[in-house]
């Protein structure tokens, strides 16, 4: 069976784009088929990501009817996707909403196991062409409550209009830091299961100059790590977390404990429900 999983947020700045592209090379790893498709159509980053741009065809000209979605291919790294246009004027007259029936000639299972859509922020008209496309959602966020008033949004608006989607979390930019709300709260809070996280890493900032996802670029670090035990949860597979990760996050765990804090941070959910609510 193909899976398509659309890679949503909130709020822009995330990760969206970060998690799409190195969930995609991680699952590769693993040896499934991937095609990772740029759905964020007014600011594309995919290119940027995986340093390639040489494009005859993008979304946009799938979109536009001018061709078919496979003419739209373009094989990179053993990773099938589909560019969407960095000419601003490639925008006009486009209509995302019609996505999910584009998608359809690319769901040949000997072809692909994933199909990933990386999606713009909110709950504009691309971002609901996502949601209306995608069998299962991973939401991206950061440990922090604005960034999960913007996930309980999108998720009560997916509620409603769509009920049957697979919903799952992945944080971004973790540091395992006292100022960041608890996985498990976070899980309380949204009420949507966290498959996922993911470290804070300069690595990933490295590897963006370097126009390589993390995962290729520095493979044992941190972030990678994360990626690489997303991509295995998702498949059912089993991924050995090496010890140096697991002693940092004991050592973080630990000096939590220890150094006092100089702020109060809310910790059981209705107060975060709380703190969201009253805007802060
Ligand atoms: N885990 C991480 N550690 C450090 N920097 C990150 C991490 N994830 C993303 N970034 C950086 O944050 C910025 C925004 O990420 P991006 O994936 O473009 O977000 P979005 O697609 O949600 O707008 C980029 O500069 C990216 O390199
Ligand atoms: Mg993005």
Redesign the pocket.
């Known amino acids: 069976m193909v899976r398509t999983i659309g890679v949503v947020?909130g709020k822009?700045?995330?990760?969206?784009?970060?998690?799409a592209v190195n969930l995609a090379y991680a699952l590769r790893n693993y040896g499934q088929k991937v095609t990772l498709v740029d759905c964020n159509l007014s600011t594309p980053?995919m290119a940027y990501y995986i340093g390639t741009s040489d494009y005859k065809y993008t979304l946009n000209d799938v979109l536009l009817g001018k061709v078919d979605i496979i003419s739209a291919l373009h094989n990179f790294d053993g990773i099938r996707h589909i560019p969407a246009s960095l000419n601003l004027k490639d925008i006009i007259g486009i209509d995302p909403i019609k996505l999910k029936k584009h998608l359809k000639p690319l769901e040949v299972p000997s072809k692909v196991d994933f199909i990933i859509l990386d999606s713009a922020?909110g709950l504009g008209r691309e971002a609901l062409a996502v949601l209306d496309a995608a069998d299962e959602l991973l939401f991206?966020t950061t440990p922090f409550s604005p960034m999960l008033n913007d996930v309980i949004r999108c998720r009560d608006v997916l509620r409603e209009i769509k009920g049957d989607k697979t919903l799952n979390m992945v944080l971004?930019?973790v540091m395992g830091e006292k100022h960041e709300l608890h996985y498990k709260t976070i899980a309380d809070v949204v009420n949507i299961p966290i498959i996922g996280q993911?470290?804070?890493?300069?690595s990933?900032?490295h590897s963006?100059v370097s126009k390589s996802p993390v995962v290729a670029y520095k493979p044992k670090s941190f972030?990678s790590i994360g990626f690489m035990e997303l991509a295995a949860t998702l498949t059912n597979k089993e991924f050995k977390v090496p010890m140096r990760f697991r002693l940092h996050k004991m050592l973080n765990k630990v000096k939590n404990s220890i150094l006092p804090s100089s702020f109060s941070l809310p910790t059981s959910p209705d107060e975060i429900k709380e703190d969201i609510s009253q805007g802060n």
């Open positions: 947020s822009g700045g995330v990760g969206k784009t970060t998690v980053h922020p991206v971004n930019m993911i470290s804070y890493d300069k990933v900032l963006l972030a």
